[in-house]
Each structure stands twice: as structure tokens, then as C-alpha cells.
């Protein structure tokens, strides 16, 4: 093999391990023990939210779809803890709107089941990529300094969100 095949065969596996390491890392962005990631994002009130503005709370942020049978059933229980959180604790819903039909349809679904939790618009699928979100619901526990405790795939309760946020 000459000189120049060589370093562009090199070249070529370098740059793909290169990639492959950066993917690795993204992957693992945010797990258990590793600060939250900040976002910005508007409610489904026209208003913004910006996570950083939370600290100081235990955050309950769950990530979830109109579509989703296990988000529909997950949000009585949602509902219910919101009814008997504490003072130090902000429920959050993330809509991934960009999986949705439609941004009104979104606000009907919410309109019409009556959510009274605070609910953010993930619009252009940021946030989720950003919390490599890959199955729904999901649910991140995030304690007062900002940092996640608690990473839940799949549906949760009422009890379960009372005693992860009891562990804290």
C-alpha cells in the first residue's frame, strides 16, 4: 500500500472513531449523577421557561406525547401528584411537539384534559435530543442544585414520583 492510500485509510478510520466517540459521549450526556441540561422553552400559556430559573427545587420533568398510550394512562397519576406535591417541588411536562400532528391538536389535548401542571412545547425536538430521549414517557428526577437523581423510562405513579422525591 503506497503512502498516500495509506493515510487517507488512516484518516478515514480516525475521523470515524472520532465520530463514534463523540455519539458514545452524547449518549451519556445526562444520566444519573450529571448536571441537568439547561433549555429554554415556551408553555402551552405562551409563556417561557427556562430550567435554570428552577433551581433551588426538586424538579420533576417528564417527557411525553398525545399519542402515547402509556403517557394517557401516566397522566391521572401525574395529576394526582401535582394535587399533593410540596411548595419545593415544580412539576414539569415536555411535550415533544415535533412528534405531533400538530401544535393545536397539542393544546386541544391539553384544553380538554384539563392539565393543570405547567407544560413546555419541545417544538423542534431539541430538548429531546438534548436529553436523548428514546422511549416515552421518560421521566428525570432533578434535585435542588440541579442535578439529576433519578432517570425513570416508562410510566410512573404517583407513589413512585413521592418516593424517589423522599430519597432526595
Excluded at 7 to 26: A, D, H, Q, W, Y
Excluded at 71 to 76: D, F, K, M, S, Y
Excluded at 122 to 140: H, M, N, R, S, W
Aim: proline share 2%; glycine share 4%.
Amino acid at each position: 500500500m503506497n503512502k498516500a492510500k495509506f493515510f487517507k485509510v488512516f484518516l478515514f478510520i480516525f475521523l470515524l472513531t472520532s465520530i463514534e466517540m463523540n455519539n458514545i459521549s452524547k449518549v451519556n450526556a445526562l444520566n444519573e449523577g450529571q448536571e441537568a441540561s439547561d433549555f429554554r422553552l415556551e408553555t402551552n400559556k405562551n409563556q417561557t421557561i427556562r430550567l435554570e430559573d428552577l433551581k433551588g427545587k426538586t424538579i420533576v420533568l417528564n417527557f411525553w406525547t398525545t399519542w402515547c398510550t402509556y403517557c394517557q394512562e401516566e397522566l391521572a397519576e401525574l395529576q394526582t401528584f401535582y394535587e399533593e406535591k410540596g411548595d419545593n417541588v415544580e412539576l414539569i411536562a415536555v411535550n415533544l411537539t415535533s412528534s405531533e400532528r400538530s401544535k393545536q391538536g397539542v393544546l386541544h389535548f391539553i384544553k380538554k384534559s384539563n392539565i393543570p401542571f405547567t407544560v413546555l412545547l419541545d417544538v423542534k425536538g431539541e430538548v429531546a435530543e438534548q436529553y436523548k430521549i428514546i422511549g416515552l414517557p421518560t421521566t428525570f428526577i432533578i434535585d435542588k442544585k440541579g442535578n439529576i437523581k433519578k432517570k425513570i423510562l416508562g410510566p410512573i405513579t404517583s407513589e413512585m414520583l413521592h418516593k424517589q422525591i423522599d430519597q432526595l
